[in-house]
C-alpha cells in the first residue's frame, strides 16, 4: 500500500506483460484508488504515474481494447470519478523498450509530492491477455 495523502490513496495491485493493438508488449500497471474527499474525483486528477526503463521515460502508451472489436481502452477508465469513500481499479499501461529490463514505476500526488518507486522485474513475467486482468464490466 503505498499512502499518497487524506485526500486518496494508490495501491499497486499487479503488474503484467500484454500484446497491444500494435503488437507492442506493454506493461500493464493494475491500482486501485480509494477516494478519501467529500466530493467525486477522478483517479487521473489525482495520481502521477510515470513508467521508466533503463532511465528513459516510457512516454508511449499502449493502445489495449478492453475486447474485441471494442473502442474501449484499458486507459479510458482512469477518467471515470470515484464517489466519496468508494474504491475503483485502474489500469495504466506504457510499451517496454525491452523485454529483459527492469521497469520503475514512480507514483506520487498529481502536483509531484508524496513520491514512491516500485521496481518491477520482467525476467519471469508472462504476457496475459485481457481477459486475465479483471477489467470491470
Not at 472489436?69 to 485502474?90: I, R
Request: charged content about 30%; some cysteine; hydrophobic content about 30%.
Amino acid at each position: 500500500l503505498h499512502v499518497r495523502s487524506r485526500r486518496q490513496r494508490q495501491m499497486c495491485i499487479r503488474d503484467s506483460l500484454i500484446e497491444d493493438s500494435d503488437g507492442d508488449t506493454d506493461l500493464v500497471n493494475t491500482w486501485k484508488f480509494t477516494n478519501n474527499t467529500k466530493e467525486a474525483t477522478s483517479a487521473a486528477l489525482n495520481v502521477y504515474i510515470t513508467f521508466m526503463q533503463k532511465d528513459q521515460d516510457m512516454d508511449t502508451p499502449g493502445s489495449i481494447f478492453i475486447k474485441e472489436g471494442s473502442t474501449d481502452q484499458l486507459a479510458d477508465y482512469s477518467f471515470e470519478n470515484v464517489e466519496p469513500g468508494q474504491s475503483k481499479v485502474f489500469f495504466t499501461s506504457y510499451k517496454l523498450k525491452d523485454k529483459e529490463s527492469p521497469v520503475t514505476i514512480k507514483i506520487s500526488d498529481i502536483d509531484g509530492t508524496d513520491e514512491s518507486k516500485i521496481q518491477v522485474p520482467l525476467a519471469d513475467m508472462e504476457t496475459v491477455t485481457v481477459d486475465g486482468l479483471d477489467v470491470p464490466e
